[in-house]
T-cell receptor, first 115, second 113 residues
Framework: NAGVMQNPRHLVRRRGQEARLRCSPM?????VYWYRQLPEEGLKFMVY????????ESGMPKERFSAEFPKEGPSILRIQQVVRGDSAAYFC?????????????FGPGTRLTVT | GEDVEQSLFLSVREGDSSVINCTYT??????LYWYKQEPGAGLQLLTY?????DMKQDQRLTVLLNKKDKHLSLRIADTQTGDSAIYFC?????????????FGTGTQLKVEL
C-alpha cells in the first residue's frame, strides 16, 4: 500500500507565477489535510478537505490560496501570483475518515522556492 | 489561540539519553504527539499520549505528561546517530477541531559520536 504521495517534490517559481501542489492520499483515504512549514518553524494547519468538500479552511490565507479535492484525482493546493514569502515546505496528510491525528499519515512534502 | 513551545537545539553523545521538552497552552488537548522529521523527509508519528495519562513507554521512547503544568517530554534512551532529526510535539485541542494539529517549532537533535 503506497503512502501519501506528493508532487512535485521541489518546485521553483518566479514571483507572480502560479504554483500547483498535488497530494494523492493513501488508498482508501478520503480526507486530506494541508500544512505549511516556513523555514525554521513548525507546521501550521492550512485546510482540511473531504472529497468534493472543504471542511475547515481556517488556516488558509484569505487571498491567492485555494484548495480542492475532487471526486477523482489528487487534492490540489493552488497558489496564485506567488511571492517570496510563500517559499516553504507544504505537507499533506490523509486519513480514512474524520479521525484523530493518530490515523493521519504525512506525505514527503513539496518544497516551494519563489525567486 | 493554541501555542506549543519547544527549545530549538539539543546535542547529546551516542549512547546517552536525550530529553526533549515541550509546553503547550490548550487545556482541551485530547492527545499529544511526538513526530520525527529527517532531512528532506515528511513527518513520522513516533508516539502519542492520551491527555489523561501521565506516562507512556514504547521501547526506547518514554513520554511524560504533566497536565497541570502543560508540560510534555520525550526521552530517548541509548540515543543513536540515526536518531538525529527534528522532533516536533503537537496537540489536537478541541478548540481547534479534534483532527487538526498544532505543532511546536521543533527541536533539532544532534547525536555526536
Amino acid at each position: 500500500n503506497a503512502g501519501v504521495m506528493q508532487n512535485p517534490r521541489h518546485l521553483v517559481r518566479r514571483r507572480g507565477q502560479e504554483a500547483r501542489l498535488r497530494c494523492s492520499p493513501m488508498k482508501g483515504h478520503s480526507h486530506v489535510y494541508w500544512y505549511r512549514q516556513l523555514p525554521e518553524e513548525g507546521l501550521k494547519f492550512m485546510v482540511y478537505l473531504q472529497k468534493e468538500n472543504i471542511i475547515d479552511e481556517s488556516g488558509m490565507p484569505k487571498e491567492r490560496f485555494s484548495a480542492e479535492f475532487p471526486k477523482e484525482g489528487p487534492s490540489i493546493l493552488r497558489i496564485q501570483q506567488v511571492v517570496r514569502g510563500d517559499s516553504a515546505a507544504y505537507f499533506c496528510a490523509s486519513s480514512p475518515r474524520d479521525s484523530l491525528p493518530t490515523e493521519q499519515y504525512f506525505g514527503p512534502g513539496t518544497r516551494l522556492t519563489v525567486t | 489561540g493554541e501555542d506549543v513551545e519547544q527549545s530549538l537545539f539539543l546535542s547529546v553523545r551516542e549512547g546517552d539519553s536525550s530529553v526533549i521538552n515541550c509546553t503547550y497552552t490548550d487545556s482541551s488537548s485530547t492527545y499529544l504527539y511526538w513526530y520525527k522529521q529527517e532531512p528532506g523527509a515528511g513527518l513520522q508519528l513516533l508516539t502519542y499520549i492520551f491527555s489523561n495519562m501521565d506516562m507512556k513507554q514504547d521501547q526506547r521512547l518514554t513520554v511524560l505528561l504533566n497536565k497541570k503544568d502543560k508540560h510534555l517530554s520525550l526521552r530517548i534512551a541509548d540515543t543513536q546517530t540515526g536518531d538525529s532529526a527534528i522532533y516536533f510535539c503537537a496537540e489536537n485541542g478541541l478548540t481547534g477541531g479534534g483532527n487538526k494539529l498544532t505543532f511546536g517549532t521543533g527541536t533539532q537533535l544532534k547525536v555526536e559520536l
